[in-house]
């Protein structure tokens, strides 16, 4: 029996996006409403902040969000005014499109809702925080989590009197009509040339990559200083490296951040050989690496991770959050561990030391292994594959519109 099939119509669903920008998240959003509306079950619309998106249902126009801390004053009261203006915006959308549920993508979707009769559901696409969690999730009869460090985390914060709502549907992507990639864990489709004044000899070279937005937590910063570790290595081909950070300060907010980065490579000399890429897709620069690197131990799921499994890219990534639970150590990726004990030492210099050496060794095995590099990437694109789908996603969250307008 299909969803619809319990009523005389199709259950009404709007989707809510206040974000201005298109990052991982809203990604996401795009791809499940597109498989959504593929199966016809559901009478879908989609009110968004992003101008540029064409999804095959009704889209309504509303403001931006961005939440800010109360610490950040200004930041703060410009964050509670967007919120009057897409509330307002939002309740037009509601009183026109009548619908039976309101898919929230992320928390200042929820903060973003006027008081409907609609059934909420909370896409929980970041780190929970209290006491903002708690109060969405009262407001909300389905709260979905996108790993499972999301999923503890939300049991964490909320009260246990909520717990009931929470559900784990994990996070995909959509693989499209094609191969996204050879899975022999090289150089994909890509001509070997970035066109951006990089002086190694990429094409016979190695390149080692990250894909991320310009934001601290990210953590270019050890990727940067494992390339100055990692200065003089070659591979088991005796090729040298180009060091690859493709992104964008997606608003405008980390110039300092990125400053520090750029004068750190030029102060250790390397210069030439870091390539930075800007308004590049994700699978275009995949298909030019031979190892991607993710070395933050705050991502909520890892959607990259995912995109160069599929890609056959091997990954190198922390073994905390949720690339430690997307990958398997030696399995579908190589990890290096957490470390929490020098989190807590009060010499951040030597904390770095530590996390530097860690990533920068596992680098160097996953290079001067080639064969276990191959095998990786061939069984990380099986499990992407079977497990990381987006009509994976369709299916867990599917049942969970039916079971909300029958509570």
Known sequence: MSPASSSSRAIRVLFVDVSSKRGGAEASLDELLAALAARGAFSLALATARGEITPDCPVFPIPSVRLHRPSRLFAFLRSVAALIRARRALAHVIRDFRPDIVHANGLAAVFALPRTRARILWHVRDWPRPPYAALAARRCETVVAISHPVEEALRRVLPVSLHSRISLVENG???????????????????????????????????????????????????????????????????????????????????????????????????????????????????DLDLLVHPTDQE???????????????????????????????QTGFLFPRQVESRKSKVKGQRMKVEVAALAECIRFALTHPNERTAVAKAAQAVVRDRYTIGRVADGIAPLYTVTTNE
């Open 173 to 287: 992507i959509d693989f499209g009509n094609g191969e996204r990639g050879t899975g022999n864990g090289k150089r994909g489709t890509g001509n070997g040339e970035w066109g951006t004044g990089c002086q190694t000899d990429h094409a016979n070279g190695v390149s080692v990559g990250m894909i991320a937005h310009l934001v601290p937590w990210k953590r270019h910063d050890l990727f940067v200083e494992a390339a100055i570790l990692l200065r003089d290595f070659r591979d088991a081909e005796n090729r040298p490296i180009t060091w690859v950070i493709a992104g964008s300060d997606l608003f405008g907010e980390h110039a300092d951040y990125v400053a520090a980065l750029r004068k750190r490579i030029a102060a250790a000399g390397l210069a030439e050989r870091f390539v930075w890429l800007e308004g590049r897709n994700a699978a275009e620069i995949l298909s």
């Open 300 to 330: 909520p799921f890892g959607r990259v991770i995912c995109e160069a499994m599929a890609a056959g890219v091997p990954v190198v990534a922390c073994d905390a959050a949720g690339p430690g639970s997307i990958l398997e150590d030696g």
